[in-house]
């Protein structure tokens, strides 16, 4: 093989494996990948239909714990799409890892076919909306509106006196994919006018941001 043979060769071979490598910047491994039939398929019938017209599937792209890119999907009110993805965008300069963002529609996240909020932190899975109530209360949750977004709940979870959720979850400041008041992405959303349920005083709900609604004109 001439020397110019064997250089093209390899980058032959390069190319070749790049293509088959998942995870890289022009081939994220794939999370989910729903269409809007699928990612509202089960909502609750009791959601009212402009709330439901409301929300938009948005593409998002993140690191994994795995050290590879990833696409998920996040389900939000469509006039919060932007700070999603700026926030995202934070969240992958800084290389915060995301174990995964699939909507909480997703058949494994179903109990009875039902959402299953439970079922999707204890998978460490990331979700916005959901038309449920608050936990541990009847009014209804900011999620239910897209307006809210809780992130590796599995390691940040929602402490409320004895009660942590999901059941057996340890909060670890200096664990990795943890959020902290002085953490970048805490401080994108809060740039953003989102509020951190680690702020809050009568519980800790370190997964959760929340976009209040604009005041009443
Ligand atoms: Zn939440």
């Known amino acids: 093989m001439t020397r110019t043979a064997s250089t093209a060769a390899a980058l032959l071979t390069l190319a070749a ?15 989910s990948k729903m269409t809007d039939g699928e ?24 690191w994994g714990f795995d050290g590879k890119l990833h696409r998920g999907q996040l389900v939000v009110d469509k006039e919060l799409e932007k700070d999603v993805l700026a926030v995202f965008e934070v ?14 529609s997703h058949p494994r996240f179903r109990k009875n076919g039902k959402w299953d909020d439970d079922l999707s932190m204890a998978a460490n899975n990331t ?24 992130v590796n709940p599995l390691i940040n979870p929602y402490v409320k006196g004895k ?19 002085d953490h970048p992405v805490t401080k994108a959303f809060l740039a953003r006018g989102w509020a951190w349920g680690g702020n809050w005083t009568s519980l800790k709900d370190y ?11």
């Open 127 to 150: 979700s916005a909306f959901n038309y449920r109530a608050v936990t541990g209360g009847t009014t209804l949750s900011k999620h239910a509106l897209g307006r809210a977004i809780d």
């Open 39 to 62: 990612a509202f398929n089960g909502l609750d019938p009791a959601c009212p239909k402009e709330l439901r017209d409301r929300q938009k599937v948005v593409a998002v792209t993140y």
């Open 91 to 104: 969240a992958r300069a800084e290389k915060f890892p995301i174990r995964s963002v699939v909507p909480v």
């Open 163 to 181: 009660l942590t959720l999901p059941p057996g979850a340890t909060y670890d400041p200096a664990a990795r994919g943890t959020l902290t008041a």
């Open 17 to 31: 494996a790049v293509a088959v490598s998942a995870g890289t910047p022009a081939d994220p491994i794939v999370d």
């Open 207 to 217: 997964q959760h941001f929340e976009k209040p609604l604009p005041p009443a004109k």
